[in-house]
């Protein structure tokens, strides 16, 4: 079929329309998403993941069962942090809730790439605000650092590494002695890793920090089970060396 003659400057007028406007969308990040280009623009996203990613992370963290929209919601939220840690790579917050969002998805192992670039991100971040003597910056640091380092741990956990999960568990638990999250996840290592009375200390403390904490009451009954195997007069455990359950363990080890 031959083009008429008038049509071709019509045909080269639009392709070059077309370059141009091609040229001026901001490229597409590998997940698909559209690369972050300015500061308002990352601002955006972090709203919009955080929004898509709030509630399904707190199901998750309570250990109830995400629905199907809950999970994808999930995806959507770790492509939004992708293309926001590809525009700061050095930033905490991005790296961090990806490794959530992994996490809440069993992704271990992007779980743990992203926990792992937020921890190194954030110990450099710490020791400048040390050095600067920027409170504020440090100790939002050292919270983050001490939950990444906490949900790492559960990663560890869930693959059988007990060894390295209690290592960033007692870094958590060091840093926020008041947190039953981290002590149960302290004292769960420690029963692993045969650890008993550790294990019993933590689970005493996070017990008298909140009775109803879901996670410690499990450990505690699985203590309570390990004890009466091995103990088979049939007495029962105490619930920590005297002491140790009104003021928080420094340490499981």
Known sequence: MKIPNWAVPILVFCGLALIVFLSNRPPAAPNGVQMVTSNGEYELRSDEALELCRTPLEKFDRSEDLTEAEKVNLDKATKLYETMMLYRPT??????????????????????????????????????STANGNSAVKEATRLTLAEARYVRSLIYQSVGDFKTAFDDADYAAQQVNNSPNYLSARASCSLQLGNMQPAMNDI??????????????????????????????????GAAKPGSQNTPPKTSN
């Open 91 to 128: 930033a905490v917050e991005p790296a961090f809730q990806a490794g959530r969002c992994y996490f809440a998805l069993a992704n271990t192992d992007l779980a743990e790439a992203s926990l792992n670039q937020a921890i190194l991100s954030g110990e450099e971040i710490l020791r400048q």
């Open 204 to 237: 005493a403390y996070a017990l008298k920090l909140d009775p109803n904490h879901k996670r410690s009451l499990q450990i505690a009954t699985l203590i309570d089970a390990e004890y009466r195997a091995t103990h088979p007069e049939g007495a029962k455990p």
